[in-house]
């Protein structure tokens, strides 16, 4: 590392970003070093390990059985976290899903024990916390099939969220494309204290950028604040890097990472960090003038920062705790808190439950009774043993507190809530970091906002949404006054971390005898076919499939909740395609118009009709379309169902490359206005394929119903590269081919 770093300062001619160091020491060995611009270069890049979650995991490794490769080619690992839905407790939830997703996990496992990649069992932890507990490092780079990968980012790596094919190509050897990233610094002030904890500067920073903000661009933390959190603490803030579309965040090596390293027994990695610490963070002229260095720089004072809560409907909308009640009287929003949720991967740390059990306690000593719901789902089975064994669940208890398995739960729509199909309007608040609508209970109606745990927990304790934990009193049973005192908690246990069974399974030295099966009649798993190769000319007589207006992120394009336990099946999970998108002509989700029966049915059904007389179609959408999560399914299935380009606004990254690995057209408006001349009967034809190259516009003709027809000018952002997976029809099938011959 130290080399290659100073390798790219020479070239570079300059002091260098921790962002920088990480990438350049990450370059691919056949890239050629240079002097990469940010936001336009496409380089590649070797990550250091790839981690996988069962729900992606299903199509990233569909698509690595067909390499040929008969191991992975670096360190990688399965976690089952996202298929268990929390309902009675953790007991009976997880012996539920064990069994109802039995064929997934076993196919996952034998999958794992046959190409040498770890495989942690359900009930083992969410990935990004059981990755942070065991994997990441300072200055390492990894990829994952999940948005939120970016959480390693706590840890000092370059961590970053990618769909499944990417992770197939890594896992199968191949160099791995990024656009070289912008670079955000954002300089931390002052001194956490109080009420306030780390997730309230990535709500703050949140507010700052917007879900688009961080689109294309590294956001690097440092100053005296940074230094002074916790290493979970930068885990939260990089976690919700997703949210403003970041490629990914990162901290510099610090004392904080070392504890952490030593406490989930990686002495030895910490060691090994010391060892080269001035290479773990930035150059110190970096961030003695960062204007110099940084595209754009943020700076924010721990000491002055508010705790802040974030929502309803998106992570975006920031409103101070002092402004809340304002703001929810101002807007309507329900201020009876049904449910407090603490848990995902954002917020499960032991210092995150252990500050929360602090308020927990006060239940108790100051006779107060809690109002609202309490459920918690830990980060992973070490985080739940320890602090079984710390009495913090004996406390969450006496609160009336639920404890689901240590899985991703509702954070991802696995919660069976009861009644939440009478749709009423309803309050809930959560630690997590995602709450677009039906997100966690699939109730449109469900106003979910996010907040630091403490927050979230006070909120449950009053059960009042315009409740400010810092100044208002509560009156307790005895009819007296009492405030709560501020949170308190433990970095790290003073008893250290304890667990029995972790839930892992190492992978068979030899795993060439194992087999993997995969049932021809199962609803769950199915083997991929290969898509087919661009025609090789111009496309026309396209029908609009969609038109969406307004957000349409990942979970409206593929919802999550019950239809995850179809993200093996392609053909099956096809049946939820942009069923959530609002179509801008009559403002329904669901309902398109059949542009040859003239009726208006249901997305996928429509679609399914134009596929059945060989019709290609387009998706039209707005700005950030692809929002959120790293699915691949949202690319997918408009593949598989026949889509042939997807044109908007502009794209979130991870969706965008999405498109592009699959053989789809990822196209924006040259001129955004154009989206208000596309016409709910508009056939298109795409023009300039036959000489599609980068940088070069495309036409796309607007046959109108009426006879008229207009031409606009469509951008995309295609390399040379991307433009051959394209006429192949997927980046799979160039690899398919290679291993052919
Ligand atoms: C999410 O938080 O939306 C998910 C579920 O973890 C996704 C991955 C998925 O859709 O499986 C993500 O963030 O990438
Ligand atoms: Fe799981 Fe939620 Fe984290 Fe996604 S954001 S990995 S669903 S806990």
Not at 396 to 405: E, L, N, P, S, W
């Amino acid at each position: 590392m130290p080399s290659r770093i100073e390798a790219a300062r020479k070239q570079l001619g300059r002091p260098l970003t921790l962002a920088e160091k990480i990438l350049y020491a990450h370059l691919h060995p056949d890239q050629k070093s240079g002097n990469f611009e940010r936001g336009k270069s496409y380089v590649d890049f070797a990550p250091d390990r790839v981690a996988m979650q069962d729900a992606t995991a299903q199509m990233a490794l569909l698509q690595f059985m067909q390499s040929g490769r008969p191991k992975v080619a670096v360190p990688s690992t399965v976690h089952c976290d996202h298929l268990i839905t929390a309902k009675n407790g953790a007991k009976e939830d997880l012996a539920f899903a064990t069994n109802e997703s039995k064929e997934v996990f076993d196919f996952l496992g034998s999958v794992s024990n046959k190409y040498g990649i770890g495989f942690w069992k359900p009930g083992a932890g969410i990935i990004h916390q059981v990755v942070l507990e065991n994997y990441a490092f300072p200055g390492g780079m990894m990829i994952g099939t999940d948005s939120h990968t970016v959480n390693a980012g706590g840890l000092g790596m370059v961590a970053i969220g990618v769909g499944g094919a990417d992770a197939c190509d890594v896992m199968a050897g191949l160099a791995w494309e990024l656009k070289m990233p912008k670079l955000i610094g954002v300089k931390l002030t002052g001194k956490l204290s109080g009420w306030t904890a780390p997730k309230d500067v990535i709500l703050k920073v949140a507010g700052i950028l917007t879900v688009k903000g961080g689109t294309d661009a590294i956001v690097e933390y440092f100053g005296e604040g940074a230094t002074s959190m916790s290493c979970t603490g930068k885990g939260t803030i990089c976690n919700m890097g997703a949210e403003i579309g970041a490629t990914t965040s990162t901290f510099g090596y610090d004392a904080s990472m070392e504890r952490y390293l030593k406490a989930t027994g990686r002495a030895d990695v910490a060691e090994l960090a010391n060892q080269i610490k001035e290479h773990l963070t930035a150059d110190p002229e970096v961030y003695a003038d960062p204007e110099k260095y940084f595209d754009q720089l943020i700076e924010i004072n721990l000491s002055e920062l508010e705790p802040h809560v974030n929502g309803p409907f998106t992570p975006d909308l920031a409103t101070p705790i002092s402004k809340l009640k304002e703001a929810a009287l101002a807007n309507g929003w329900p201020t009876k808190i049904s449910v407090g949720l603490l848990g995902s991967c954002t917020n499960s740390s032991y210092e995150d439950i252990s500050r929360a059990v602090s308020l927990a306690k006060q239940v108790a000593s100051k006779k107060l009774k809690s109002k609202s719901e309490y459920l918690i789902n830990p980060g992973s089975e070490q985080i739940r043993f320890t602090i079984k064994r710390d009495g913090f669940l004996d406390v969450f208890d006496q609160i009336g507190a639920k404890v689901f398995t240590n899985a991703c739960g509702p954070c991802i729509g696995m919660w069976d809530r009861m009644g939440a199909e009478k749709q009423e309007k309803n309050t809930i608040i959560h630690s997590f970091n995602r709450n677009f609508a039906k997100r966690a209970d699939g109730n449109p109606n469900t106003y979910a906002f996010v907040a630091s745990p403490e927050i979230v927990t006070a909120m449950a304790i009053a059960g009042d949404l315009t409740f400010n934990p810092l100044t208002d009193y509560l009156t307790n049973e005895k009819g007296e006054k009492v405030k709560l005192d501020a949170p308190t908690g433990d970095e790290l246990p003073t008893k250290g971390f304890a667990v029995e069974d972790a839930g892992y399974q190492a992978p068979a030295a030899d795993g060439s005898k194992v087999t993997v099966n995969v049932s021809p009649d199962s609803k769950r798993l199915q083997l991929l076919d290969p898509f087919a190769a661009w025609e090789g000319v111009d496309l026309k007589g396209l029908k609009l499939l969609i038109k969406a207006k307004g957000k349409c992120t990942t979970d409206h394009i593929s919802m999550a909740g019950p239809w995850l336990k179809f993200r093996g099946h392609l053909d099956n999970i096809s049946n939820n395609m942009l069923i959530g998108a609002v179509n801008a002509f009559n403002e329904k989700t669901d309902s398109v118009k059949n542009q040859i029966s003239g009726t208006y049915e249901s997305v996928p059904k429509v679609q399914r009709a134009y596929k059945a007389q060989h019709i290609g179609s387009i998706v039209v959408g707005d700005e950030n379309y692809g929002e959120g999560s790293s699915r691949e399914h949202a690319a997918m299935e408009p593949r598989h169902l026949g889509v042939r380009a997807v044109l908007v606004k502009s794209f979130a990254r991870i969706h965008e490359t999405n498109l592009k690995k699959q053989g789809m057209l990822a196209l924006t408006f040259a001129d955004k206005n154009d989206y208000g001349k596309i016409q709910e009967d508009d056939t298109f034809d795409i023009v300039g394929l036959t000489t599609f190259a980068p940088g070069k516009q495309l036409d796309l003709v607007l046959n109108h119903k009426d006879g008229n027809k207009e031409t606009i000018k469509v951008n995309h952002s295609y390399n040379a590269q991307q433009i051959e997976w394209f006429k192949a029809g997927g980046a799979l099938n160039i690899i398919r081919a290679n291993v052919k011959a």
